[in-house]
């Protein structure tokens, strides 16, 4: 069973970074790319970023491109999203979601990070 | 960017009915199309994708078309558990754009 878990979320200042980490089980992560979708509360989602499965192609939303930085370790099983500068606009549920049939044919159960002094 | 423009914003459809939600790329997409459903507190789950292919486990009365660049999604006979929110989401070129959503209520 494909499972994908999202951790690292919580309230942080604005200005400040948070890394998201998001945990594959079930299938052969290293075969896959994989991306970060956000919701932000009441709102739609919003493509975040983008990773190959050898990280060799890495894509970002305009709205994150110099803050945000998306990675993997193929050997953990693990994506990342390093998050800074962060401002209350990124305010949101934040998934990880792989790319197999479809652009994200998984998700995982979100993680919630909150922007606020 | 590629902007996708869904309709409607929001329905309600009895059992009987044939619910058809829409979007319409602002170019051509290639039919990289896909649509999702959002259940209140859930992660969006895959139904379509390349406009027309059924996802594993999504009952055949969903369905996806395309006419010129405009997609939609069918759904025949509507059970009350298809209620929820429903996105398309274009993936032929970066930035991936999801429509606004449609929420659909199943009376």
Do not use: H
């Not at chain 2, 329905?11 to 979007?23: D, Q």
């Not at chain 2, 969006?44 to 999504?58: C, F, K, R």
């Not at chain 2, 010129?68 to 999604?73: E, M, R």
Request: glycine letters at 10%; proline letters at 4%; one cysteine or more.
């Amino acid at each position: 069973e494909v499972q994908l878990v999202e951790s690292g979320g919580g309230l942080v200042q604005p200005g400040r970074s948070l890394k998201l980490s998001c945990v594959a089980s079930g299938f052969t992560f290293s075969n896959y790319g994989m991306n970060w979708i956000r919701q932000a509360p009441g709102k739609g989602l919003e493509w975040v970023a983008y990773i190959s499965s050898g990280s060799s192609y890495i894509y970002y939303a305009e709205t994150v491109k110099g803050r945000f930085t998306i990675s993997r370790d193929n050997a953990k099983n693990t994506l990342y999203l390093q998050m800074t500068s962060l401002r209350s606009e990124d305010t949101a549920l934040y998934y990880c979601a792989r790319r197999g049939v479809a652009p994200f044919d998984y998700w995982g159960q979100g993680v919630m990070v909150t922007v606020s002094s | 960017d590629i902007q996708m423009t869904q309709s409607p914003a929001s329905l309600s459809a009895s059992l009987e009915e044939i619910v058809t939600i829409t979007c319409k790329a602002s170019q051509g997409i290639d039919d990289y199309l896909s649509w999702y459903q959002q259940k209140p507190g859930k992660s969006p789950q895959l139904l379509i994708y390349d406009a027309t292919s059924l996802a594993d486990g999504v009952p055949s009365r969903f369905s996806g078309s395309r006419s010129g660049t405009q997609y939609s999604l069918k759904i025949s006979r509507p059970q009350v558990d298809d209620s929820g929110i429903y996105y398309c989401l274009q993936s032929y070129s970066t930035p991936f754009t999801f429509g606004s959503g449609t929420k659909l209520e199943i009376k």
